[in-house]
Each structure stands twice: as structure tokens, then as C-alpha cells.
């Protein structure tokens, strides 16, 4: 059965360091997302790409990148991590329909980050 | 900008109770979405509403879509405990594949 992964699951880290989140779909899906979710907030969208080589940035981009060298991956990368940067991220990808349509968004389990 | 407010934001209610969740916008959306989403997981799409006026039924879950397609509502009957959730609703920005989603509303049904 086709599915999305993240890994790691837990991370604890220390402010200052690179992180890197990865995210797997055999979904072969175009689209995939990383969002963060905060209390209060919701889900955040952080950065998206709608197929190789294709990046963008969303509401949340400050301090974080990503990069698109095939279709099943999209790691996420803090480059140098704060405690503002303490939560849980879900990548997701979606089928890429017509213009006005609508498509399912299939999540991974989440990362929870913790920022020391 | 296109945002989505949901409410109530927390409902702790007993099992066999109804409740009514809300998903209100000043913008109009092609389609929302609603998902669940339990601790511990990602996000699950339950329903995508597309119709104005639309009612969409998922056993004894009721979603309804606003005439005007700036609000939907998800109606429980008969709550259970298996419907303890976070439920989120979501809409496309307009062009895009992108979705916003709403800021959730946490269920708790006792037993």
C-alpha cells in the first residue's frame, strides 16, 4: 500500500544546530507540503513543491528550506534551529488535479521537534 | 488574505450527546474540507464539500456547506468515544494547490 513516512519521529536538539526532518511518499504524488502544528495555530504551511526541482515558500518560511530532487522525497531543513522552532511537523503530498478542483492531502505521523 | 475560524475551539461532552462543530470564513472557497485527526497521527480526510448548500452524510456524521461558500458545519449524533478528535476544517486558496486550514477543534467524548 502506497503511504508518506517521516523520520525521525522524536528529535531533540540544541539551538544553533542543522536540522534535517525527511519525508517519503510512494504515493507518487506531484504535490507535497510540510506544515507545523501549534497549539492554537493549527497547521501552518512552512514550504511546498509541486514536483522536481520545484520549491516554494509558505506562510511559515523564515528559518527553514527545502529541496525537490525526485518525487518521493522533500526533507526539511532548519538551518540553524531556535526554540521558536519547538513543534510538531506533518509533511503531506497530494495528486495534482485541474485548476478549482479539490484533492485529498495524505499526512505522515508528525515529527515532534524540541529545541533546547 | 483567506482565513478559516473555527468553533468552539475546545467541547468535552458525554457519550449519546449531539454537538455541532463550525468552520466560518468572510471568504468564499470552491470547496472545504474536514479531517480528524487523532494524537499521535497525522491529519484524515473525512469529507470534501463542493456544492453550496451541499449536506454530505458519513454515518453519524452530518457536513454541511454553506449556501454562500463561506461556512461549513459538522454535525455528531449520538457521540461516541472513538469520535474524541482534533477536527480540522480546510479550503484551497484560490489558484492554487495549496490549502489553509482552520485552527481545530478538540473533541472529547466521555464514556
Known amino acids: 500500500d502506497a503511504e508518506i513516512t517521516q523520520s525521525p519521529r522524536h528529535k531533540i536538539t540544541e539551538t544553533g544546530r542543522q536540522v534535517t526532518l525527511a519525508c517519503h511518499q510512494t504515493w507518487n504524488h506531484n504535490n507535497m507540503f510540510w506544515y507545523r502544528q501549534d497549539l492554537g495555530h493549527g497547521l501552518r504551511l512552512i514550504h511546498y513543491?509541486?514536483?522536481?526541482?520545484?520549491?516554494n515558500k509558505g506562510e511559515v518560511s523564515d528559518g527553514y528550506s527545502v529541496s525537490r530532487s525526485n518525487t518521493e522525497d522533500l526533507p526539511l531543513t532548519l538551518e540553524s534551529a531556535a526554540s521558536s522552532q519547538t513543534s510538531v511537523y506533518f509533511c503531506?503530498?497530494?495528486?495534482?488535479?485541474?485548476?478549482?478542483?479539490?484533492?485529498?492531502?495524505?499526512f505522515g505521523p508528525g515529527t515532534r521537534l524540541t529545541v533546547l | 488574505t483567506q482565513l478559516l475560524e473555527q468553533s468552539p475551539q475546545f467541547l468535552s461532552i458525554q457519550e449519546g450527546e449531539n454537538l455541532t462543530v463550525y468552520c466560518n470564513s468572510s471568504?468564499?472557497?470552491?470547496?472545504l474540507q474536514w479531517y480528524r485527526q487523532e494524537p499521535g497521527e497525522g491529519p484524515v480526510l473525512l469529507v470534501t464539500v463542493v456544492t453550496g448548500g451541499e449536506v454530505k452524510k458519513l454515518k453519524r456524521l452530518t457536513f454541511q456547506f454553506g449556501d454562500a461558500r463561506k461556512d461549513s458545519s459538522l454535525h455528531i449524533t449520538a457521540a461516541q468515544p472513538g469520535d474524541t478528535g482534533l477536527y480540522l476544517c480546510?479550503?484551497?486558496?484560490?489558484?492554487?494547490?495549496?490549502?489553509?486550514f482552520g485552527t481545530g477543534t478538540r473533541l472529547k467524548v466521555l464514556a
Open positions: 503531506a503530498s497530494s495528486e495534482r488535479v485541474l485548476a478549482g478542483g479539490w484533492d485529498t492531502q495524505y
Open positions: 480546510a479550503g484551497p486558496t484560490s489558484g492554487t494547490y495549496k490549502y489553509i
Open positions: 471568504s468564499v472557497f470552491s470547496s
Open positions: 513543491s509541486y514536483g522536481v526541482q520545484d520549491t
